[in-house]
């Protein structure tokens, strides 16, 4: 069974810095495209950044340039999201998501982890 | 703001059938494949269709999704008060080199 778990949400304070795991398992991780979605507080789904299965290539939403930073690690099945230089408006549900090519669609998901931004 | 447009809500009674549209541009759906998704309330998003028209295992045949040009459908038959939940298309972006999610659609049964 597929599963993806992701942790290391909680509260940061503006400017501040968080890093988010998601830990795999039930497929072959280095398969797989990984990719990190969000959802704001009573808003719409919203795409962070995606990693190729060698980390070789990585894609990320306009909005996170230069502050977020996706990696992974074959070897322990994990992916990873660095948050650095947090707004206010980076407050949202985290999702690990699980893809069939850096264009297609997100067949698995993990349950989410809570960050919130705020002083 | 998304580039992918939604509308706010649909309803139907029990039974009845619901379309839902997403209508974005030639750099996403026009030349990527579109996917579907359903969000139950308080829980993770979950794949409905992929690939414009294929459901993945699992999923009833009751959801089909078409494309044409760059707008895209959802339709749910046999409404069941068990559908109610917002759903979302998506798709790649060409030219932001990005997914793309719609604005979502929230899905009354009567």
């Known amino acids: 069974e597929v599963q993806l778990v992701e942790s290391g949400g909680g509260l940061a304070q503006p400017g501040g810095s968080l890093g988010l795991s998601c830990a795999a398992s039930?497929?072959?991780?280095?398969?797989?495209?990984m990719s990190w979605v969000r959802q704001a507080p009573g808003k719409g789904l919203e795409w962070v950044a995606n990693?190729?299965?060698?980390?070789?290539?990585?894609y990320y939403v306009d909005s996170v340039k230069g502050r977020f930073t996706i990696s992974r690690d074959n070897a322990n099945n994990s992916l990873y999201l660095q948050m650095n230089s947090l707004r206010a408006e980076d407050t949202a549900v985290y999702y690990c998501?699980?893809?069939?090519?850096?264009?297609?669609?997100?067949?698995?998901w993990g349950q989410g982890t809570l960050v919130t931004v705020s002083s | 703001q998304s580039v992918l447009t939604q509308p706010p809500s649909v309803s139907a009674a029990p039974g009845q059938k619901v379309t839902i549209s997403c209508s974005g541009s030639?750099?996403?759906?026009?030349?990527?494949?579109v996917s579907w998704y359903q969000q139950l309330p308080g829980t993770a998003p979950k794949l409905l269709i992929y690939?414009?028209?294929r459901r993945p295992s699992g999923i009833p045949d009751r959801f089909s999704g078409s494309k044409s040009g760059t707008s895209a459908t959802l339709g749910i038959t046999g409404l069941q008060t068990g559908d109610e939940a917002d759903y979302y298309c998506?798709?790649?972006?060409?030219?932001?080199?990005?997914?793309?999610f719609g604005t979502g659609t929230k899905v009354t049964v009567l």
């Open positions: 998501a699980r893809s069939g090519g850096a264009t297609r669609s997100f067949g698995f």
């Open positions: 039930g497929f072959t991780f280095s398969g797989y495209w």
């Open positions: 990693i190729k299965q060698d980390g070789s290539e990585k």
């Open positions: 030639s750099s996403n759906i026009g030349n990527n494949y």
């Open positions: 690939d414009n028209n």
């Open positions: 998506g798709t790649w972006d060409s030219s932001l080199s990005g997914y793309v």
